[in-house]
Every structure is written in structure tokens, then in C-alpha cells.
């Protein structure tokens, strides 16, 4: 009797309870099949299998230029600047590995533990007991890398520059190419006109879609942009400043693409970091089409 009370005083609940446990299966199926998706913006981390966000970034050997008289090194300061935007693709600039100046530290291997991302490091020349140059990050296996160096004039002030490459499987059994530089820094264009020329042709033998990014110390309406620009497509057309950090005045970094590749450019920004780097960091987000 009393069981049957109880049965009786709890029928509703019972009754509901079951028939919830019925529909949930049902809601879960509608709900995949409802047409909803997240969207893919700046800071997410869900992504699509042919989106991807690429960052360039000089870090000036992660020397904050607030603390450049103190020397002071920040790696911490690089790996967070990188790790806000999600990136999945990296090229930097002026990288220190085992330099004196920076503490005998591998700069391009701790920033890659850090992000938990692969990496490749393409030495430009030999400076202060170690080696200096380019990197590329990559949340994807990378492959085939290979570093060229670019040409120059007889000037002892034209430091050696190189160009990285390396092949990023973005998908199962889906490969781009990716490329970091940071082209000559002198006032006269001899040296970046020599050195686009070089990259034009390098990209010319590439047959994966191709994607390059880095300092080409150049800014648009220059012989080198207009040069680089012949064969590839910038991932902006009237773009942000890049330099200084405080007031920047010129845009010097870019992300490119070759032309007639299937990427598509969904969004370009120049990131507000003012304290790591003496250059602000720029992501785009670019959609690979199959």
C-alpha cells in the first residue's frame, strides 16, 4: 500500500522524467542537424580544416625596446603577444639562438615549447657566440624544410639575409607551402630589389599554394612592394602601420600569397602588442579553398 501511494504521489515526475529521457537523443539530433555553427573569429579556437590564421611577427631577439639599455629578454612577453591570436602558422624575424646577448638560450626552440607547436629555425648569419635569423611556427607537421639565402651587394654594411620554407600538411593528406624573411634593412632599395627578385623566382618553382610572410622592410608604393607585388597578393590593400610601436608610422611587415593560388583573405589586422616587440605583430585569417 504504501509502495502504491508513493507510485501514485510520484506518477508526474516518473512520467516526465522518462519521456526526457526519450526526447534527449531527439534534441541532440536536432540540434546537429539545426544548421547551427560557431563562428570562426579573432581569438577562437575553433577552426575549419582549410582556415587558417597566419601571423608574422618580428620580436627584435624578444628584447623589449622599453628595456633595450637594460638588455633584458622576454620570452614570456613573445609567447603571450603569440598565443592571444590563435595563430596556427608564424614567421618571425631577428630570432637569437644560443647568443650571448640573450643568455645562450634557443629562442626559436623555447618559443615553440611554449606555444606547443612545431618549428623550424633558418640561421641568417653567426652573431655574438650564436646564430641569427628567421622561424616559422607551426600548429601543423611540417616537412621538406629548406633555407636560402638571398643575394646582396659587395657593402660591408649588407648583412646576409635568408629566406625559410617549409612544407605545412594543414589537413590529412593536404599540403601547403609556407615561407618566413626579413629582406635588408639599409636606406637604399639595392639590396630588397635583388632579394624580391630572388623570392619571386624561388616562388616560381613552388607547385603547393604558397603563402609568405615576414619584414620585407619595405612599405607599399616602394620599388621592392611593387616588385613583390607582380606575383603575389598582400593580404591587405591599404594596410595598417607596423612600426614604430608607439605612433607607428609605416607598414614594413606583410602576409602575401602567390597569385592564382586558391586562398581567399577573410581578415587582416595589425595587432595592438606595444611592449614586446619593437614591431607590432599582423594576422590574417585566410581561408584555403579546395
Same mark, same amino acid.
Given at each position: 500500500?504504501?509502495?502504491?501511494?508513493?507510485?501514485?504521489?510520484?506518477?508526474?515526475?516518473?512520467?516526465?522524467?522518462?519521456?526526457?529521457?526519450?526526447?534527449?537523443?531527439?534534441?541532440?539530433?536536432?540540434?546537429?542537424?539545426?544548421?547551427?555553427?560557431?563562428?570562426?573569429?579573432?581569438?577562437?579556437?575553433?577552426?575549419?580544416?582549410?582556415?587558417?590564421?597566419?601571423?608574422?611577427?618580428?620580436?627584435?631577439?624578444?628584447?623589449?625596446?622599453?628595456?633595450?639599455?637594460?638588455?633584458?629578454?622576454?620570452?614570456?612577453?613573445?609567447?603571450?603577444?603569440?598565443?592571444?591570436?590563435?595563430?596556427?602558422?608564424?614567421?618571425?624575424?631577428?630570432?637569437?639562438?644560443?647568443?650571448?646577448?640573450?643568455?645562450?638560450?634557443?629562442?626559436?626552440?623555447?618559443?615553440?615549447?611554449?606555444?606547443?607547436?612545431?618549428?623550424?629555425?633558418?640561421?641568417?648569419?653567426?652573431?655574438?657566440?650564436?646564430?641569427?635569423?628567421?622561424?616559422?611556427?607551426?600548429?601543423?607537421?611540417?616537412?621538406?624544410?629548406?633555407?636560402?639565402?638571398?643575394?646582396?651587394?659587395?657593402?660591408?654594411?649588407?648583412?646576409?639575409?635568408?629566406?625559410?620554407?617549409?612544407?605545412?600538411?594543414?589537413?590529412?593528406?593536404?599540403?601547403?607551402?609556407?615561407?618566413?624573411?626579413?629582406?635588408?634593412?639599409?636606406?637604399?632599395?639595392?639590396?630588397? &630589389?635583388?632579394?624580391?627578385?630572388?623570392?619571386?623566382?624561388?616562388? $616560381?618553382?613552388?607547385? *603547393? /599554394?604558397? #603563402?609568405?610572410?615576414? =619584414? !620585407?622592410?619595405?612599405?607599399?608604393?616602394?620599388?621592392?612592394?611593387?616588385?613583390?607585388?607582380?606575383?603575389?597578393?598582400?593580404?591587405?590593400?591599404?594596410?595598417?602601420?607596423?612600426?614604430?610601436?608607439?605612433?607607428?608610422?609605416?607598414?614594413?611587415?606583410?602576409?602575401?600569397?602567390?597569385?592564382?593560388?586558391?586562398?581567399? &583573405?577573410?581578415?587582416?589586422?595589425?595587432?595592438?602588442?606595444?611592449? $614586446?616587440?619593437?614591431? *607590432? /605583430?599582423? #594576422?590574417?585569417?585566410? =581561408? !584555403?579553398?579546395?
Amino acid at each position: 500500500m504504501i509502495i502504491a501511494n508513493w507510485l501514485f504521489t510520484n506518477a508526474e515526475t516518473l512520467y516526465f522524467g522518462a519521456m526526457k529521457n526519450i526526447y534527449r537523443p531527439l534534441l541532440l539530433v536536432a540540434l546537429l542537424f539545426s544548421g547551427c555553427s560557431p563562428k570562426i573569429g579573432a581569438g577562437s579556437a575553433t577552426k575549419s580544416s582549410n582556415r587558417l590564421r597566419v601571423m608574422s611577427y618580428n620580436i627584435h631577439h624578444c628584447n623589449p625596446p622599453t628595456k633595450e639599455k637594460a638588455g633584458t629578454i622576454d620570452v614570456n612577453a613573445i609567447a603571450k603577444a603569440i598565443s592571444a591570436q590563435h595563430p596556427d602558422l608564424i614567421a618571425l624575424q631577428e630570432v637569437d639562438v644560443n647568443t650571448k646577448r640573450s643568455g645562450n638560450i634557443n629562442q626559436a626552440v623555447l618559443l615553440a615549447q611554449k606555444l606547443k607547436m612545431n618549428f623550424y629555425f633558418a640561421k641568417a648569419i653567426d652573431h655574438d657566440g650564436g646564430d641569427y635569423g628567421v622561424a616559422i611556427l607551426s600548429r601543423f607537421p611540417l616537412s621538406a624544410q629548406k633555407t636560402y639565402k638571398l643575394p646582396k651587394n659587395n657593402s660591408a654594411r649588407a648583412e646576409q639575409r635568408v629566406l625559410a620554407i617549409a612544407t605545412v600538411e594543414i589537413a590529412k593528406g593536404k599540403f601547403i607551402r609556407f615561407a618566413s624573411t626579413h629582406l635588408d634593412a639599409e636606406r637604399a632599395e639595392e639590396n630588397r &630589389v635583388m632579394q624580391v627578385k630572388e623570392i619571386v623566382k624561388l616562388a $616560381a618553382a613552388e607547385t *603547393l /599554394p604558397f #603563402l609568405i610572410a615576414g =619584414d !620585407l622592410n619595405a612599405a607599399p608604393g616602394s620599388e621592392p612592394i611593387k616588385l613583390f607585388d607582380a606575383p603575389f597578393t598582400r593580404s591587405c590593400s591599404s594596410c595598417g602601420f607596423t612600426i614604430p610601436v608607439i605612433n607607428p608610422k609605416t607598414t614594413i611587415d606583410h602576409i602575401a600569397f602567390k597569385k592564382g593560388n586558391p586562398f581567399n &583573405v577573410i581578415y587582416h589586422e595589425v595587432v595592438k602588442e606595444r611592449y $614586446a616587440s619593437d614591431h *607590432l /605583430p599582423i #594576422l590574417s585569417v585566410i =581561408d !584555403l579553398n579546395d
